[in-house]
């Protein structure tokens, strides 16, 4: 991964440019953030002349480690406006890597949006209209790109939402068995849709795989990575249910966002826990499968394809956030209600927690009764529909407040909150407030430490948090996967061999540490630059008046206290 | 004005203060900035619990000089999230002065809204209900409000569009012969709506007038004053055709807001500039007047009462901004429908200038097409009855801009510009950019310098725009009218002489300017705190790239440069 290919998309031409050493040294989400900091007025407007949208695979994105071959997605965010990343499986970014490419730069904008498809190859890097292509759904859309480009090829896509650039948009990647992969967070896709490029086509039958610097260290570090891997618990959990399995957890917990986050424990759990996903994939059969990859070659295989009664596939792949978002949140207990909310989500292209949180505050607002699930659907099919009130609920959560008048707004920096209520998971609350991505479970998840660190209290909170960012900063730039936490803990040397076998590279863990600590910086210095920094920015003031049942906690760690989180000691001991 | 009435809107009480010997100091737009740094924390939610609406009333709100009485309306706003002043003429200032009231502050917010007023006299200050009130527009609302409190009480009050909390909301003061008169910017309206609070109402029967210090020496310095307001031909202008009277020249010099700012001059503006206004007003008789007051006593009277052609009022009174942003923006160029769009703005309760930037928007965006001005006006009528659409248009310029995924959005720091585009009159671009209070013309209207300073040029507005934004600061703390210039030109020493008459304090001109520089000062504080400072906005980027026919100029001058407007050395003479 040597080339970046930078897109003129107001003039449509390509040029592709040999990395520079220093290039050669980033990845994913670290390069994003370097090429933001030095490429993109941080003040422009997200979906303007100057931003970039910037899809970049990780430093170990063409190896045939587990997991590896997520990509990034990055640039100024629509919702937050700053820095963003937003890290999607799927088969696009491993065959984006053995084309050799470590990023793709789109700059500048055309006036209008007409549909266009990049498509690149080893060949060729071009620039095409495909007009049949406007508005259609993503279904839709990776269809006909399937038609014309064959089965191989890696699709990226968006959905009319981005077209529309619409602020909650988001990015499809297509996956194993159907799966629809998304880039959801930050509103990128309207980025994508504000370059006038409706779809991105990797066709990598040419290439040849990467020449690693020591293949047959790679073979091995891959083994002893998997065996760990395949060696914990949780690995098998994820395996049998994927992410609706903690669901249950969250909800004992009591932080699963109910009826517009103020509950957190929903009286039909039950009906939409991973357990019930899971015995319905198996009971329903048909298209209905469990335990995919979303990367080919995975061994955590967390995806899965939910199938309505009938076998046909409703889904895919369904997890818990969107569970949460459309499903509590909402009031809504069928779970093919919210696997329909979700496959809407999808289609439209917007991002599912964004959606799901819009619409709990356009329910509290009156728009519509808490679990009127027929009523959220015609919400979510009205985003393509190109109305009002879609255009309202494809914006997002923090515009739908503003344009409800609303208080109860679950969101920081603009940025819907993920399916985990801080006031009962104190140390999500710090991620969320101080991450550089806004309210992001996948910045920093504290569900993780709610074992070792009292979830209600808020000693450690800061600590936690500061070290479960630092490990998403990495594994963002790797390319590899959140899910691979128990290598950190069991054998965080694996990341610096990893790096050597491929690179070369003679890296400590204390060194890798340091590339997750440079992209924070990185970022953080381009959101100060943004007037985004996380001196502004709370949790929303109803989380520190009103107690959330059944834990009836507020949320009460003090702002000054999380803005430590850069001072902290770094954490003793491994991730 | 030694006393400061503090109301708790969740808790329905009422306390009053004796001020501070530091308060007794500080009046209208700068004890408003000093109130809001001092007790507003500046991350709150603009319309949550933690905002304060604030009421103030200038330093000379309680003498008889020409002007004197206006008001001060403050609080962090719902469109810039930074520190807001709108100053409003209308009767109430100047007996909330009579009634020796410094400010009114309303604190915290209860749940819900039910209609409450707020009502203060010499004997009582407290809140009470008047359901009947809810969702009642302007006009009504003044009319049931009169009703009950009589024809000599000073009323405020906020339209359906407060009530919905909506970010363009404005509140609407009452002045002679039916005059709404609007502190229209920043969406204070909402700000009050979140209080629970549809109306204000003083009632000064029992007051008596202030004690001055020297009360010969006012009556001394009031003359000079009006002498030289009386004879400055600009003043004879705003008798005659008042605000309108620029129309003709901002068409000329092609800043006139077009089709979306899209050019600068209207082919119709003939047929809605001031000369059209007043020749109308003539002919047609019946309601319409020009040459108003909108605070008795005033000199200037630049207000009028526009009639139909049966003689019925529209609107009192029509002004530039309203008519450019409603007009010209839209191309729409009858002048009946100009009014009745104003009108309609101001019975909904939001400010006419956000009102016309958002229609302008949506009409780029396809909603409906330029120059429809029945289909402007059902987007008016649809903010109060409540529809999708109604509320993305009462959000103002910026959420409207969002929701229809437009690039070409003409704002600053989220408020919408107002009638004077920047790229044919640089300084003012300088004063959007860099005020405290966003795209403001009366934050420091460049118009004024067009005849010293080349409005296409770079040179000099820098210094032109700190000098108008030092004396609106002064003036809007003052409680006097920014039309007051020519004192500021020909008898700057009035100043101070009207301080030293009405209190007693010995202050040179040099000291009075100090007063505006420190309220600037102290905004920008609070705007720093809550990451609304000058550093991270520019003119839209539209703006950068695209010439204004017929001047064909961009907007050129850096931010870089403009940033410098705090540093650069004091402008040398008179303002």
Chains 1, 2 share one sequence.
Request: aromatic share 6%; net charge positive.
């Amino acid at each position: 991964m040597n080339k970046m290919v930078r897109v003129d998309t107001r003039r449509g031409t390509v040029r592709v440019e040999r990395c520079s050493d220093q290039e050669l040294r980033w990845g994913g989400r670290n390069l994003i953030a370097k090429l933001l900091l030095r490429e993109v007025p941080p003040a422009c407007d997200p979906i303007g002349l100057y931003n970039k949208l910037i899809i970049s695979g990780g430093l170990l994105g063409d190896t045939i480690l587990a997991t590896a071959g997520r990509l990034s997605i990055g640039g100024k965010s629509p919702l937050t406006g700053g820095a963003k990343e937003s890290s999607v499986g799927g088969e696009a970014g491993r065959k984006m890597a053995r084309l050799g490419i470590k990023a793709v730069i789109l700059e500048d904008a055309p006036a209008d949006f007409t549909p266009r498809v990049l498509f690149i190859s080893k060949k060729e890097c071009r620039l095409f209209e495909m007009p049949d292509l406007g508005r259609f759904v993503v279904s839709e859309t990776f269809r006909k790109l399937r038609e014309r480009f064959g089965d191989e090829a890696g699709l990226m896509c968006i959905g009319p939402a981005g077209e529309m650039r619409l602020s909650a948009a988001s990015l499809a990647v297509q996956g194993e068995g159907g799966q629809v992969r998304l880039a959801g967070r930050g509103g990128l896709g309207a980025v994508l849709g504000a370059k006038g490029i409706k779809a991105v086509v990797f066709d990598d039958r040419e290439a040849k795989p990467a020449e690693l610097y020591d293949a047959k260290k790679m073979r091995e570090v891959s083994r002893d990575f998997s065996r760990i891997l395949l060696q914990d618990p949780k690995t098998e959990n994820r395996h049998k249910y994927g992410t609706p399995a903690v669901l249950s957890l969250c909800n004992e917990l009591g932080i699963l966002p109910t009826r517009n986050f103020s509950a957190g424990r929903f009286e039909r759990a039950e009906d939409i826990s991973g357990e019930t996903i899971a015995n319905l994939i198996k009971t329903r059969g048909g298209e209905a499968r469990r335990g995919l990859p979303c990367i080919r070659g995975c061994v955590i295989r967390c995806a899965n394809v939910f199938a309505d009664a009938q076998g046909r596939k409703t889904v895919a792949s369904i997890q818990y956030e969107n569970i949460a978002l459309l499903g509590a949140n909402l009031n809504i207990g069928d779970i093919d209600d919210v696997a329909e909310l979700n496959h809407l989500c999808n289609e439209a292209g917007i991002d599912a927690i964004e959606a799901g949180a819009a619409i709990g505050v356009a329910m509290e607002a009156g728009v519509l009764a808490f679990g009127d699930a027929e009523g959220a659907k015609d919400l979510l099919r009205q985003v393509g529909q190109d109305t009002p009130l879609g255009r309202i609920i494809g914006s997002g959560v923090y515009i739908t407040g503003k344009v409800f008048g609303a208080r109860r707004v679950p969101a920081v920096k603009g940025q819907a909150m993920p399916a985990y209520d801080p006031r009962a998971l104190k140390g999500i609350g710090v991620t969320y407030v101080t991450s550089p991505m806004g309210a992001d479970h996948t910045a920093g998840n504290a569900l993780e430490t709610a074992g070792a660190v009292d979830p209600l209290g808020t000693q450690g909170q800061v600590e936690a948090s500061r070290r479960l960012q630092l490990r998403a900063a990495i594994l963002d730039s790797l390319g590899l996967c959140l899910f691979v936490r128990p290598a950190f803990v069991k054998a965080p040397d694996l990341f610096g061999r990893m790096l050597q076998a491929r690179y070369g590279w003679d890296l400590t863990f204390e060194d890798v540490q340091r590339i997750g600590l440079d992209v924070l910086e990185t970022e953080r210095e381009f959101n100060a630059r943004a007037g985004v920094s996380e001196d502004f920015f709370d949790v929303p003031e109803f989380m520190r008046e009103e107690p959330l049942p059944p834990r009836n906690s507020v949320y009460d760690i003090p702002l000054k206290e999380m803005q430590r989180v850069w001072n902290v000691k770094p954490p003793k001991g491994v991730f």
